[in-house]
């Protein structure tokens, strides 16, 4: 009997020992943050769906992609049609953090711009965790320059992906570009993020997004290389790629 139990207790430890060694399940975590308006439970619903969709159609892309990442989703009242209603944030210090911010204010509401606009966003955030991008948390340093090219790579990682587009990401005509391209140069590396990558004084928008959209459509012409082979490059290499010293 007491060979029996022993067996039972190495048997059982063994089985314990095996579980701690499989590879956990990766998948976001999400949470949404409850505010005057809160979510329904279809809209909890549909947007998890989406987010759970989209990280496992972008882990297939991206497999770098960090292990553990947390979601936070809230309804906001801002105006974000330019982007289909859905607009988002990233962290990329530990544990990864995406903040997404939906508009209640997009025509239809909540669930409209989720199922226009969630997975964009999604493919576009993400991205930046793969990439090591975050405004105020990279591995690439400060400066527009740099802000431009990271940026216009999640725009175009999402655009060829999802096969979706917004207008506040829309390239200008190759001569206003290439004027933009300049001018992003020639900045001071503590230039004003709002101003370059939302709002000009002068009335030009989101010119950071617009520009590095260019910039990597223009590179993957210019190299022949997909948006996920630039990726792998640097900044500088890209701006290389488009005849330009960063």
Known sequence: MKSIKILLLFTTLLLINSCKNQPQPLGA????????SPFTSEQKELIQEIITNSEGEIRALLPQLPDSITVAVEIVDWDLDVVGGVT???????PPFVAIQISEKYPGGVTAASQTALKHTIFHEFHHLSRGWAIQDNRYGPGIPIAAVNEGLAVVFSEEYTHQSMKADSP???AVAEQWMKEILALPIDANYQHWMFEHPDGRQSIGYRTGNYIIRKAMENSGKSVLELSKNTPDEIWKLVG???
Do not use: V
């Open 244 to 246: 330009y010293q960063q």
């Open 172 to 174: 200008p005509e190759a």
């Open 29 to 36: 975590t999400i949470t949404f943050k409850e505010g005057e």
């Open 88 to 94: 988002g944030r990233t962290e990329t210090n530990s």
